[in-house]
């Protein structure tokens, strides 16, 4: 490809071609670094950013951390255990709370077995699916869509309720 | 392109998208999968819903009622046996969170050790579903399954969603084991990194938080 055919395409690109560029002005003082990322017994991305230099021309690594880098936060697995902890209380107290169906009346057995079980999917979605982790928009991106099966569900319910109550 | 310039292409660090931050591609298009995923799912928990809803007896589940209504009695679905199901799912969603977390830390034998503990766990699920619907030919005890019992596809409401609801949910658990599978596969010949196995794992919590709702939809709420 000519010089002048890639500079348009270049053009064409905005930005993405810039950085493209910018890595291929740098590929020779890198070469070296990059060596590493073939080394197959850890996982290659990571190890080609562990290196301190690589990190600073990309400007990520002194301010988030390797790890945060790719999106990868700091394991917790204090929190991830908590999280099982609570799910399987969460579980438990589902099942109790099924068998009490002689005793509870059935709107508040309902309210209690629909509630629990929206929290111990949210507890996943948050904790196990690291929306923690995510940005405020991703987190959006997801629960927004979601919310509107849920709202047709209320809908529907709030119908059967009018008219089991008023009967019209 | 030199080799040099492919191996950095290789190593390139995701945009630091303003909005989405540094998200990967394969992470995003799982994302986008499991809202579609979840709108079948939707659908399929809202038709039960109707249908329940608007039903006069749901599940013909006691002599009394069968009397009562004319129908055909229909065995009720055991609650004690699918919460041990449910424990299972959430075991094996702690091992596959701690074998993306090994992965992280660049364990990849603790990542391979607790991703064949994923996989077993949705394995023996399977198992357990296959007990619940046909009972396995009576190698694990006297109960012949719910078919044998007489909850026929097709012949009630009651049963019919039972079956397209679990059914469904069971095909998404042998897609996740198969897939876990091969990320296992992978990561045994260190073809992977923490990426594919975080991506793989959405997936996973993804069947688990599904179940989470078939189970008290399904099963839990009384008539």
Request: glycine fraction near 10%; include cysteine; hydrophobic fraction near 45%.
């Amino acid at each position: 490809m000519s010089e002048k055919e890639t500079k348009q395409k270049e053009a064409a690109a905005g930005p993405t071609a810039e950085s493209s560029k910018t890595a291929e002005s740098s590929k020779t003082a890198e070469a070296s670094k990059v060596v590493h990322v073939k080394d197959e017994s850890t996982p290659s991305t990571h190890d080609a950013h562990s290196e301190p230099g690589h990190a600073a021309e990309h400007g990520h690594a002194a301010k988030h951390g390797h790890a945060a880098e790719h999106g990868h936060h700091a394991p917790n697995r204090k929190e991830y255990w908590q999280v099982f902890a609570v799910l399987l209380v969460l579980t438990i107290l589902e099942v109790g709370v099924a068998y009490l169906q002689s005793y509870v009346g059935k709107t508040a057995l309902v309210t209690c077995l629909v509630g629990m079980a929206l929290g111990k999917a949210a507890i996943v979605a948050y904790f196990f699916m690291h929306l923690k982790h995510e940005t405020k928009e991703m987190r959006w991106t997801v629960v927004i869509p979601m919310m509107f099966p849920a709202i047709y569900a209320f809908l529907l319910i709030a119908e059967g309720t009018y008219r089991a109550l008023w009967g019209t | 392109m030199s080799a040099a310039a492919t191996d950095h292409e290789h190593a390139l660090v995701y945009p630091d998208e303003p909005i989405y931050s540094r998200i990967t591609a394969g992470k995003l298009a799982m994302w986008l999968f499991l809202l579609s995923d979840g709108f079948s799912f939707s659908g399929l928990l809202l038709s039960y819903g109707i249908l329940r809803g608007s039903s006069q007896v749901w599940g013909c589940t006691t002599e009394a009622i069968a009397k009562t209504f004319g129908c055909i009695e229909e065995p009720a679905l055991g609650i004690n046996f699918t919460a041990l199901l449910t424990f299972l799912l959430i075991c094996s969603s702690v091992t596959m969170v701690l074998s993306h977390a090994s992965m992280v830390e660049g364990d990849r034998k603790g990542a391979l050790k607790w991703l064949g503990l994923t996989v077993a766990g949705g394995a023996l699920f399977l198992v357990g579903q296959c007990w619940e619907y046909w009972g396995l030919f009576g190698l694990f005890g006297p109960h012949h399954g719910l078919i044998h019992e007489g909850l026929k596809f097709g012949a009630t409401h009651y049963a019919t969603t039972f079956y397209c609801v679990t059914g469904f949910h069971g095909l998404h658990v042998l897609t996740g084991v198969l897939y876990l599978s091969a990320v296992w596969i992978g990561t045994a010949m260190g073809k992977t990194d923490a990426n594919t196995l975080e991506v793989a794992g959405l997936f996973w919590h993804f069947v688990d938080l599904v179940w989470i709702l078939v189970f008290t939809f399904i099963y839990l709420i009384p008539n």
